[in-house]
């Protein structure tokens, strides 16, 4: 059974460059959530989605900051314009239970901005 | 507000048992989580246990939870050297989707 699929798993973009970070939720999943990891600040949520809903995303930095779920099977987090110190890995996990009690991440997406 | 506390490194030697301590400040936590990140990974959930349970035991894995004092402590019995890698305490406080990070306490286990 495929976990949480993650693409890309690395990207290097330059400053002002559009990035699109995409996931696949375990199928059959209700919940998905949106985390970045820093050296500095750890794990945060950036924004989670129950039944394609967004329902609290009150973690998302800025408006440069955005996020999709268009299908129970797919989201994508955007960031425009991109900035050095978006530089993180970000994970995205799911969970079958509506309010998450379970989450099961998935590899996450280096992200490095020049 | 929430916060989430934990000892940032731990090293034991192969075969011993490995204790890895939490505290957390949220008295409303629901359930409270431990996962497992090596090298380059995502996060692996160990374990997890309800707030009303005092102990949990998965093999080699046994979970104490003291809700008194807000202590969460999750022991490996028989620590191997795959068993290296950082573990996260995570609490999910009342009715939100929202876990609660600590930063993460790095096992080292010596051969």
């Known amino acids: 059974d495929a976990g949480v699929i993650q693409s890309p798993r690395h990207e290097v973009t330059e400053m002002g460059q559009e990035v699109t970070l995409r996931c696949k939720p375990i199928?059959?999943?209700?919940?998905l959530f949106w985390y970045r990891q820093t050296m500095m600040r750890g794990l945060e949520l950036l924004i989670y989605?129950?039944?394609?809903?967004?329902?609290?995303d009150s973690g998302m930095p800025e408006d440069r900051f955005s996020a999709k779920m268009p299908n129970a099977s797919f989201s994508t987090l955007k960031i425009q314009p991109s900035e050095p110190r978006d530089s993180a890995v970000y994970f995205c996990?799911?969970?079958?239970?509506?309010?998450?009690?379970?989450?099961?991440f998935g590899p996450g997406t280096r992200l490095t901005v020049t | 507000g929430e916060d989430v506390e934990q000892s940032l490194f731990l090293s034991v030697r192969e075969g011993d048992s490995s204790v890895i301590n939490c505290t957390y400040t949220?008295?409303?936590?629901?359930?409270l989580y431990w996962y497992k990140q090596e090298p380059g990974a995502g996060l692996q959930l160990l374990t997890y246990?309800?707030?009303?349970?005092d102990m949990k035991q998965d093999q080699r894995l046994t979970v104490l939870l003291n809700k008194k004092d807000k202590h969460l402590s999750l022991r490996i019995a028989d620590t191997q050297t795959g068993d290296s890698a950082i573990y996260f305490c995570?609490?999910?406080?009342?009715?939100?989707?929202?876990?609660?990070f600590g930063q993460g306490t790095t096992l080292q286990v010596k051969p």
């Open positions: 996990a799911s969970s079958p239970a509506p309010q998450g009690s379970e989450q099961y």
């Open positions: 199928s059959g999943h209700n919940s």
């Open positions: 989605f129950n039944n394609n809903v967004p329902i609290d």
């Open positions: 949220d008295s409303s936590s629901t359930y």
């Open positions: 246990i309800f707030s009303n349970m």
């Open positions: 995570a609490e999910k406080s009342g009715n939100t989707g929202k876990l609660i």
